[in-house]
C-alpha cells in the first residue's frame, strides 16, 4: 500500500503515516494440512477503507521550510484562491459540516496521512464534535466558515460580525483552538468582511482554485492541471472518500504534495 510521504516540519504536521491494520475479518483457514502454503493476501474490496488506502498515491517529501512569496501584512488578511507559494505543494480544504459526514473519512485521512483544513459551521460543529475531534486527531485543523452559512456582502457590519466571531468563538470553545483562517461562505466576500474576519481573529481569508465532487476535480483554468499552492475544495457530502482520493491523484498527477494549510499561512 502506498501512503502520503509527510516530513515533521512544524508543530502542525502529521506524524508520519500510519499503517492500516489488514482486515481481521478473514480468519486463518482451517488447515488441513500442515504443509500447506499460506494462501497469497487478497486485495482488498473496491470501496472498503483498505482499499481507498492503497489507490493513495505515493508523493514526494514535502519541503522542509514552507515559503510563501508574499508575506502577509499585520492586521490585513489576504483573500487568497491559491497560496502564492513555489513549492510543490497543493491543499485539500472540506466544508460546511452539516449535510453528510462519511463513516470512514477520519480513519482513512489517520491511515493515509492525509492533510486537510476543515472549514465547519459552527451549528455543525457543535452537533457532529466528536466526528470533527476525530479527523482533528487524524491531523486536521478546523477554521471557520460562518454561523449560517448566508453570503454576507448583503449583511451590516454587526450582522457580519455575528456571523464570523460567533463562529469563532464557538469553534474555539469546541476545539480549543481559535481559527485563524475563514472562508466565506460561496466565497461571497466585501471589504466589510475582509475587515471583520481579520476582528474575529483571521489572517487570511480563502476561495478556491479547483473544487471536487463525486469525485470529479473540476478545474476553473483550460489546461486542467494543478499548481503550486493550489487550494482545492470539496464538502461534507456522502462521496467524500471519492473526493478525498480524486483531489489526492490530481495532485499526485501534477506532482505536488499535500500539504497543511496552516503550516503555509496559520
Ligand atoms: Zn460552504
Redesign the pocket.
Known amino acids: 500500500m502506498s501512503l502520503v510521504a509527510l516530513s515533521a516540519c512544524t508543530s502542525h504536521a502529521i506524524a508520519g503515516p500510519v499503517t492500516v491494520a489488514r482486515p481481521s475479518a478473514s480468519p486463518p483457514s482451517p488447515s488441513v494440512s500442515p504443509s500447506v502454503s499460506p494462501t497469497p493476501s487478497t486485495p482488498p474490496k473496491r470501496g472498503t477503507l483498505e482499499w481507498y488506502v492503497a489507490q493513495v498515491p505515493e508523493f514526494p517529501p514535502l519541503p522542509p521550510t514552507p515559503q510563501l512569496r508574499e508575506a502577509i501584512k499585520p492586521g490585513e488578511p489576504p483573500f487568497w484562491l491559491r497560496v502564492p507559494t513555489d513549492q510543490k505543494v497543493a491543499f485539500i480544504t472540506i466544508?460546511?459540516g452539516g449535510l453528510a459526514r462519511p463513516e470512514d473519512v477520519p480513519a482513512f485521512i489517520r491511515s493515509a496521512g492525509i492533510p486537510v483544513t476543515m472549514?465547519l459551521?459552527s451549528p455543525a460543529a457543535t452537533a457532529h464534535t466528536d466526528y470533527f475531534k476525530e479527523i482533528e486527531a487524524a491531523g486536521g485543523v478546523v477554521e471557520n466558515?460562518t454561523i449560517s452559512?448566508r453570503s454576507l456582502p448583503g449583511l451590516s457590519y454587526s450582522s457580519q460580525k455575528h456571523e464570523i466571531c460567533g463562529s469563532a468563538d464557538k469553534l474555539e470553545q469546541l476545539f480549543g483552538k481559535r481559527p485563524t483562517l475563514f472562508?466565506p461562505?460561496?466565497g461571497d466576500h466585501n471589504d466589510t468582511t475582509m475587515t471583520v474576519a481579520h476582528e474575529c481573529g483571521a489572517k487570511a481569508v480563502f476561495y478556491w482554485s479547483e473544487t471536487v465532487d463525486k469525485g470529479i476535480v473540476r478545474y476553473q483554468t483550460p489546461e486542467k492541471i494543478l499548481h503550486p499552492g493550489d487550494v482545492l475544495l470539496m464538502?461534507f457530502r456522502p462521496a467524500l472518500m471519492d473526493d478525498l482520493l480524486a483531489a489526492l491523484k490530481a495532485i499526485h498527477k501534477a506532482g505536488l504534495t499535500p500539504a497543511l494549510l496552516e503550516d503555509y499561512v496559520g
Open positions: 466544508d460546511d472549514f459551521n466558515h452559512h472562508r461562505p460561496f464538502h
